[in-house]
Structure formats: structure tokens, C-alpha cells
């Protein structure tokens, strides 16, 4: 199966600060997600990328299939942008099987 | 509201004893997944099915069963022949590709924290 690293594992932001979170995989893909796991588990949607850029509100993303990576903007970042961001991938051909990364931890402190 | 349900939220078991987590979708999502989370780690496929009464092993499927015999529902059995059961349990589904305007974008329910001691 496809290998996802994400990049970097950790890191610590000052509120109202920019990121940019990395996601490289190991072969080709033909269904690229990111999402945002709060506190309480709760995995929630940010893009279906599998090429091109996108924007909703502060964050972007942008997928270059061709490359095989991925990266996610975070503009101003606020506290409640704390968490495990992580994306996942399928690989080209194996039907539905997303395969994830281990993720970014976020934290955005005042 | 459409969405996908987990019941329940908590779950403790005792060790050698069987245990079926539900998972319930309204979305008329043809395909349905189920993930397992270890601590600081990423989601493991599990099983998933595409149709009612199919469904394929993921990669992590040896101590678990499942069932697909309505489109709405896809329950996971943990068994006890599963060494490490203890772990955060996450539902999802997807339409179908080939269905006009599907994407196969997966969508996950809030998850069930299992504790077998």
C-alpha cells in the first residue's frame, strides 16, 4: 500500500500566526482528503482535493497530483484551529481504502 | 439531520468478552468504512463494503467481523480474538463512484472509545 508522511509532526503558534502543513505520498493517488480531528475525536471535513487549490475561509489547500503532495494554509490562525490535522489518501486502483497519515498536532496559543 | 451515527460514545468490556459497535447512516451512502485509532497514530482501515451483503477486509482485519445487511447499517464485532482491542473505533461512509456527481469523499461519524481491561 501507499506510505502518507505528513510534515511536521508538531507545532506551536502564536494566534493569528500562518502554517503550512505538508502531506507527501509514496505513489500516485486519486482521492486526497484533509481533516481536522478535534478534542473529542470528531474527524471533521476540510477538503476533498485530489488536484488543484481550493479556499474556505483561512484555510487552502493545494494538491499536485503530479508530485505526489499536498499542503494546507492556515491564514491567522486561532485557538479553536487547535488539533490533529491529517490527510489521507487513496491509491490509484484499490477501490475506496483510504490510507492516513499520522498527522500534524497543532496547538495555537494567546 | 443527515449524518452518521455511533452508538455508544464509552464502552468497556471485559477481557474474552465480545462486543459490536453500531454505526448508522442517513446520507444514502452506498459505501461504509470502519477505521480503528491508536494514540498519537493515524486511522487504520478495518473492513469496508461497497453494496449491501459484500464487504472486503481492510488492512488491520484479523479479530474483527462485520455485517452489511441493510444499507443504513454496518455493525463491527470485536472479538475476542483481537489482542489490542482497546481504541478509538471511527465509522464512515461515501457514495459509490460511477454515481453522478459522487466524489467518494468519506465522511465519519463522532467515534466510539472501546476499553477492554
Known amino acids: 500500500g501507499i506510505q502518507v508522511e505528513q510534515s511536521p509532526p508538531d507545532l506551536i503558534l502564536q494566534e493569528g500566526a500562518n502554517s503550512t502543513l505538508r502531506c507527501n505520498f509514496s505513489?500516485?493517488?486519486?482521492?486526497l482528503q484533509w481533516f481536522h480531528q478535534n478534542p473529542w475525536g470528531q474527524l471533521i471535513n476540510l477538503f476533498y482535493?485530489?488536484?488543484g487549490t481550493k479556499q474556505n475561509g483561512r484555510l487552502s489547500a493545494t494538491t499536485v497530483a503530479t508530485e505526489r503532495y499536498s499542503l494546507l494554509y492556515i491564514s491567522s490562525s486561532q485557538t479553536t484551529d487547535s488539533g490533529v490535522y491529517f490527510c489521507?489518501?487513496?491509491?490509484?486502483?484499490?477501490?475506496?481504502?483510504?490510507?492516513f497519515g499520522t498527522g500534524t498536532r497543532l496547538q495555537v496559543t494567546l | 439531520d443527515g449524518g452518521i451515527t455511533q452508538s455508544p460514545k464509552y464502552l468497556f468490556r471485559k477481557e474474552g468478552q465480545n462486543v459490536t459497535l453500531s454505526c448508522e447512516q442517513n446520507?444514502?451512502?452506498?459505501?461504509m468504512y470502519w477505521y480503528r485509532q491508536d494514540p498519537g497514530q493515524g486511522l487504520r482501515l478495518i473492513y469496508y463494503?461497497?453494496?449491501?451483503?459484500?464487504?472486503q477486509k481492510g488492512d488491520i482485519a484479523e479479530g474483527y467481523s462485520v455485517s452489511r445487511e441493510k444499507k443504513e447499517s454496518f455493525p463491527l464485532t470485536v472479538t475476542s480474538a483481537q489482542k489490542n482491542p482497546t481504541a478509538f473505533y471511527l465509522c464512515?461512509?461515501?457514495?459509490?463512484?460511477?454515481?453522478?456527481?459522487?466524489?467518494?469523499?468519506?465522511?465519519f461519524g463522532p467515534g466510539t472509545r472501546l476499553t477492554v481491561t
Open positions: 464512515a461512509s461515501s457514495s459509490q463512484l460511477g454515481r453522478q456527481g459522487a466524489t467518494n469523499e468519506q465522511y
Open positions: 505513489d500516485s493517488v486519486n482521492n
Open positions: 482535493i485530489p488536484s
Open positions: 489521507a489518501g487513496v491509491n490509484t486502483g484499490t477501490a475506496s481504502k483510504l490510507t
Open positions: 446520507l444514502n451512502h452506498d459505501a
Open positions: 463494503s461497497q453494496i449491501v451483503n459484500d464487504f
